[in-house]
């Protein structure tokens, strides 16, 4: 038998014969596990392996987020109540600095969770500090809500508006590709 006429089998499926090659790698694969890229066929290894490059994130850096993400998202939650209406500015500019620590923090290294642990800990951060009251809130106490609801409700009201606007942001910055 000469090299010519050589069967090639599919790396994935050792029966299956084929003719088509990776065109990065150049092991031989079935039309089934080609990937077809804007450069040609690819192998799901080299694929996978491309992408792995885009997202360069390791492990510990989904802690470093946290760690960041938590004391600044609580610092923040301290002042904005009583920033009134301005929590409607603070919002983006937390959202901003929040997720420009991060990517110092983390050497600029692409995580794919990254803002889905940096919306998290900003959501705890925020919220907790006032789930007394929220709870307090919830469980119908009209009558003491009036000795301490009114403000309370209308900060409430901004800080809501603020997370919605700092997560936007945060997820603006933070979420590459899809
Ligand atoms: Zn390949
Ligand atoms: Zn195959």
Not at 28 to 53: H, N
Not at 63 to 71: G, Q
Not at 97 to 104: F, L
Not at 127 to 151: C, E, H, N, S, W
Request: proline fraction near 4%; charged fraction near 15%; hydrophobic fraction near 45%.
């Amino acid at each position: 038998m000469s090299e010519t006429t050589e069967t090639h089998y599919c790396f994935y499926h050792s029966t299956t014969e084929t003719s088509l090659r990776c065109n990065k790698c150049g092991k031989y694969i079935c039309p089934k596990d080609a990937v077809r890229t804007p450069v040609g066929y690819r192998c799901k290894d080299c694929v996978r392996e491309q992408q792995g490059i885009y997202f360069n994130a390791v492990p510990v850096d989904y802690v470093i987020t946290a760690v960041v993400t938590l004391p600044l998202a609580y610092i923040a939650a301290l002042i904005v109540p009583s920033l009134s209406w301005l929590a409607l500015f603070a919002g983006p500019i937390v959202g901003t600095v929040i997720a420009e620590v991060i990517r110092i923090a983390t050497r600029k290294r692409r995580g794919q969770y990254t803002w889905i642990v940096a919306v998290a800990c900003l959501a705890i951060a925020t919220l907790l500090p006032m789930l007394p009251r929220i709870t307090f809130l919830l469980q119908g106490r009209a009558f003491l809500i009036a000795d301490v609801g009114g403000g309370f409700l209308i900060s409430l009201l901004f800080i809501g508006i603020y997370l919605a606007l700092a997560i936007g942001t945060l997820m603006a910055r933070l979420r590459y590709g899809k």
